[in-house]
């Protein structure tokens, strides 16, 4: 679902002169030219000029799902907004690194997403299941290690402890975790409080960790966030600033990965994709706010642009 409010709903006091230009009515696309990001922290500003300004050194880290892509009932369909695949394959050319750093199997974002095909992609590095898996357009290769034996166990757990479940409550395999769904259920928060000791207990009895988010728990091996999927990836990559973008409690341990490596001089900004599902302390803690999947690849656009992509 995406926010009713403007693509640009943040003050523009600490909005470069340069990123200013008119609005004009029009498509999706169009919207790159309402009004500039303005990051409303001092922090979100100076990790905005320094993209713009070295932005061969720059890292561009993404989440997918409500960031890139709407939040639908079927995680299969979720596909890429309007003009979001564009928008990747140009910025992936116009910075020094591109990410996508989701929860989901590299293999099931491939495929919905098709970027593997896109002529003339520039660094592109997908880092699924919080980093577990890795996919990049230097080598066009998937690597994953095996899962860890407690996932097999919990997959076969599941139909028992689930077998009262409200109708509705739905299983994804990630193959490397597992993630309980109740956004189709009649009350699904009702649905998560009453799901989520017993699949915590489960999780923990073997090895595993349960990681909230949108009408989900997912069972997942522990030590595995977007966080230090980020930290990783910014020190391989000797980015000297960083974007980070993302909608939802997984994207968390990030934005406190920005705010560590703004403490040791590397400048960053923080992006929220918002949505009435976005938890509060998201959004308060970004440095910027767009207006769900449209307000990221508006976003994008605008970055492009300036960037000469």
Known sequence: MISDRPVWDIPRWACPPVL?????????????????????????????AALLTAPDRALIALDYDGTLAPIVARPADAVPAPGAIEALRRISRAVGTLSIITGRPVDALLELTG?????DLGELVILGQYGLQRWDSRSRAIT???????????????????RDAPAGTVVEDKHQALVVHVRRTADPDAALAALAPALTTLAEEHGLEAAPGKKV??????????????????????????????DDYGDLPAFSAVDEMRAGGLPGITVCSDSPEVPAVLRERADLVVGGPAGMVALLEVLIERLGG
């Open 115 to 119: 970027v593997e095909k896109l002529p």
């Open 217 to 246: 728990l997912e069972l997942r091996p522990p030590g595995h966030d977007k966080g230090g999927a980020l930290r990783e990836l910014v020190a391989a990559r000797g980015a000297r600033s960083v974007l980070v973008a993302g």
């Open 144 to 162: 994953s290690p095996e899962p860890l034996p407690g996932v097999g166990a919990v997959r076969a757990a599941l139909p028992e402890l689930l």
């Open 20 to 48: 200013d230009h008119r609005p004009r009515e029009g498509s999706v696309s169009d919207s790159a030219q309402h009004r500039a990001p303005a990051p409303r922290t001092p922090a979100g500003g100076a990790g905005l």
